[in-house]
């Protein structure tokens, strides 16, 4: 049985490690991945000072060292190979590819410069090699994050830290200059529903209390009628009643507001950020949504991030699910989304599967239940006779692809752990794919 697998996050490796370790049928996985390093999010998304949850790739690795395990990495599927050629070459697909475009708050001037979606941000200070020229202007003295969810905090914090919090981290080298000479004395996160509805997690939150240079900043007002809960609830109000320091930077979460409008000057730079007032709605099916009241106020910031969640991108040849932007899926299944219909041997995993919720440690129950379904489906698949495994590098060659092994990886890894250890950071990235095929082929 041969399976590939496109894309090396966090979902793509429980699969490879469900279908590695199944029992019966020997199986060879061929991981595909656009880019030359693995971990999807793991490297491009989890905060850099927060080293301690990376550490989940050494279980990546451990499944990377199984014998009939492959990493093809620097190979877009929909670019440099076709669903076509992966379904001459491979008895299933396994799309993994994750959730890599923002949602839009859907607002007048959330182009304008200064106004840079999560996934800008963060992939620049992670040095993900898509966002590594972003134009990040850390010139200006106060931010508004939009979105009271885990990313946002992440965003909030990154832009707190104080220089010797970050040289210890991760982040990535011009990330870390930038801050290092950042004017960043305020940054505003809004919800737009309230404090019992914010999605953060607990220790996201208490965190923030705990920074070198910046307090948390909370108006008791805010958290009125709240219940007296533990978890969030508990660390706002111990947020509310602590006195800032006179010196500290600020870092204020307000709740019950919607931007309405990025409002931008004469330069076209982002001049301030139009909010409406909202209340609450108890909805019949429990859930409570945010309703404008039609009270404006104008916060004052020169940045702005939405931070509002995330959707897949469209792959040439996978059906999409417009609605809900991610692969047609039922179950993990690909299904063609006009007809309903179920497209053999093809599976999805991760966010592309269920769209951007969840903790990395979630997706190795849910892709093994996939790895069920494709055992399920699979039986006698491996009697289709294919072409020799190596055909398809020999294909992805002769384009032009220069492949990158989990060895050639492993390499990268070592150069990153060494240039870091000069600043006594965990590594030091390389931020550009033409840099780290270079370096690669130098070795050869
Ligand atoms: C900013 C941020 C911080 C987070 N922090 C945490 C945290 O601290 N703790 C936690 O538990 N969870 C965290 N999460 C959630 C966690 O990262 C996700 O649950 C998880 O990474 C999703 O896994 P995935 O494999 O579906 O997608 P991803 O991790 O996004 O992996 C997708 C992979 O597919 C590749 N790919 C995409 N398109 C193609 C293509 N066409 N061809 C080939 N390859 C392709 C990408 O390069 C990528 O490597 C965070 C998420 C974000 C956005
Ligand atoms: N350390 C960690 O463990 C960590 C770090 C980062 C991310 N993650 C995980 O990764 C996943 C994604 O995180 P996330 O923060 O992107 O998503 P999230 O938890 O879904 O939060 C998204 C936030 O955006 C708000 N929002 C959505 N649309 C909006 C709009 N149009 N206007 C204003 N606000 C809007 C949501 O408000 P509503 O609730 O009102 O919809 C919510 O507060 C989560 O599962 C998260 O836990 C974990």
Known sequence: MRVAIIGSGPAGFYAAEALLKRAGTPVDVDVFDRLPTPYGLVRGGVAPDHQKIKAVVRVFASTAARPT???????Q??????VEELRRHYHQIVYATGNESDRRLGIPGE???GCTPAAVFVGWYNGHPDYRNARIDLSVSRVAVVGNGNVAVDVARILMRSRAELERTDIAAHALDSL???????VFVLGRRGPEQAAFSPSEL????????ADPVVDAGELAGCADA????????????????GDAKKLHLRFLVSPTEVLGNAEGKVAGLALEKNRLEARPDGTVAARGTGQIEVLDVDMVVPAIGFAAERIAGVPFDEKARI???QDGRVVDPALRRVIPDEYVVGWARSGPQGLIGEHKRASAQVVE?????GAGLEARVLPRRDAIDALLRERGVQLVSFDDWKRLDDVEVVRGERRGAPRDKIVDVEAMLALLSQGQ
């Open 206 to 213: 208490k965190e923030l209390g705990s920074m070198e240079a």
């Open 180 to 186: 290092r000479n950042s004017q960043v004395r305020e």
């Open 230 to 245: 533990d978890g969030n609830m508990k660390i706002l109000r111990s947020f509310a009643s602590r006195q800032p320091r």
């Open 373 to 377: 379904h494709m055992i399920a489906d």
């Open 69 to 75: 395990f492959r990493f093809l990495g620097n190979v």
């Open 327 to 329: 692969i047609a899926n």
């Open 77 to 82: 599927l929909g670019r440099d190979v076709s």
């Open 111 to 113: 182009g304008i410069a």
